[in-house]
């Protein structure tokens, strides 16, 4: 029976190293021997560069690089090496090879040379057509980016390049992308719109005239809400507060109607209440309930995110009243563990202490059967109950 007992062990013992080996195998020593491996397989290294923090880093880790045919691919051709690039060697490499969000995908030769890059949390699909351009020097962005300082302008090349570039959030990105849209009479397809959307920066640019132009078409395709902000942002960026700040928000005004005339209301008094909470902190909270009042939301998530601002930052009883009410209006809309933690601190900071208690309470159980961090809540209910 004993031995029987050893042998089932012995069994159990190879399976769990079989599933073990499934998904990418990560190296474990540091980036001079990383190097030193990859120049002795004649591999190209593949960096998951990833901070902690980093929510689709996460998502990669465990639903993308677990994946059997991933790690298959990927062990086979590449070495492969996951750094924190917020710590030890990982600051160094997130300077020398221009990390600015993530997660971003390295592809990196022996020689310590940046081959291709992508940013982004990708599918299991798209991961491993990533790699396979890795592979193939015609696609390589930093192949592109040599045949294209050399001369090379064929449409169809800084077509490619340019989606390579704008997928890496590349310096050059822009540069590359209307390179290319100058050589296209036709900005109709998928590919064109979206180096369109990503070229358009300025309101008086052709790209952002196309885009106002098919704004229903570029809705389609991003959605209202991307290119209302899109539109914010482009606007934002024409205003000056060198004449004043009223002078400066008639003039926004004035931009939105031109931009929105069917409707430019809600989104110019939306814009008004979020350039005062950067820039006129004591201006945002009448504006953010002129906003609220005049164009009801029915967006849990914008409920939830301006009542928080006002538990943050305002101290006046009637305005956290209204904040109130907003926060109970995203709960009625949609229970979540971040609106009843809103709700809780809320009702905490005007004194309610059963109603805070009730809040927090619930929050602490929607986080529970989500999976979330709820130290916070848990410290919040604390202070409650000391009221």
């Known amino acids: ?34 190097l030193a491996k990859a120049a002795d397989q004649d591999r190209l290294i593949f960096v998951d560069a990833y901070a902690e923090w980093c929510g689709p880093c996460k998502m990669m880790a465990r639903d993308v690089f677990t994946q059997a045919e991933v790690g298959e691919y990927y062990n086979s051709n590449f070495v492969n090496a996951k750094i924190d690039m917020e ?59 040599r045949k294209f300082e050399a001369g090379e302008r064929d449409p169809e ?68 809400r991307y290119i209302t902000n899109k539109i914010q942002r482009a606007i934002l960026q024409t205003l000056s507060a060198e004449d004043g700040e009223e002078k400066m928000m008639a003039d926004a005004e ?31 909270p009448q504006a953010a309930v002129d906003y609220l009042r005049d164009y009801p939301s029915e967006d849990a998530n914008e409920l939830n995110s301006i009542a928080w601002t006002f538990y943050e930052s305002v101290d006046d009883k009637k305005m956290l009243k209204e904040a109130v009410k907003w926060a109970e209006r995203s709960v009625e809309i949609e229970s979540t563990f971040y ?20 809040a927090a309470k619930k929050a602490i159980e929607l986080a529970k059967a989500s999976g979330e961090d709820y130290t916070e809540t848990k410290e919040l209910l604390e202070k409650i109950e000391r009221l």
């Open 1 to 34: 029976m004993k031995k029987l007992s050893i042998a089932l062990a012995l069994i159990a013992a190879v399976a769990t190293a079989g599933l073990a080996q499934e998904g990418i195998q990560f190296e474990e020593g540091n980036w001079k021997k990383i």
């Open 254 to 284: 004035a931009k939105f109607k031109a931009a929105f005339p069917e409707n430019p209301g809600p989104i110019f008094a939306n814009f008004k209440m979020n350039y005062y909470s950067i820039n006129n902190p004591d201006a945002f």
């Open 339 to 358: 609106n009843n933690d809103t709700l809780a601190a809320l009702y905490y900071k005007l004194g309610n202490k059963k109603a805070a208690k009730a």
């Open 157 to 224: 090349f800084l077509r490619n390049y340019a989606i390579a570039a704008a997928d890496a959030m590349a310096a050059n990105a822009n540069e590359i992308a209307t390179t290319y849209l100058s050589t296209q009479k036709d900005w109709t397809g998928e590919a064109e719109m979206q180096l369109i959307f990503q070229a358009a920066t300025q309101m008086d640019d052709p790209y952002f005239k196309e885009i106002l132009k098919r704004r229903e078409a570029y809705e389609a395709l991003f959605s209202e």
């Open 87 to 145: 710590k030890g060697e990982g600051t160094g490499l997130a300077r020398k090879y221009q990390v600015r969000a993530y997660p971003t995908l390295l592809f990196i030769d022996a020689n310590g040379q940046l081959v291709h890059r992508a940013v982004g949390y990708q599918d299991a699909e798209a991961f491993l057509q990533l790699g396979r351009e890795a592979q193939d020097p015609s696609k390589q962005i930093a192949a592109m980016e």
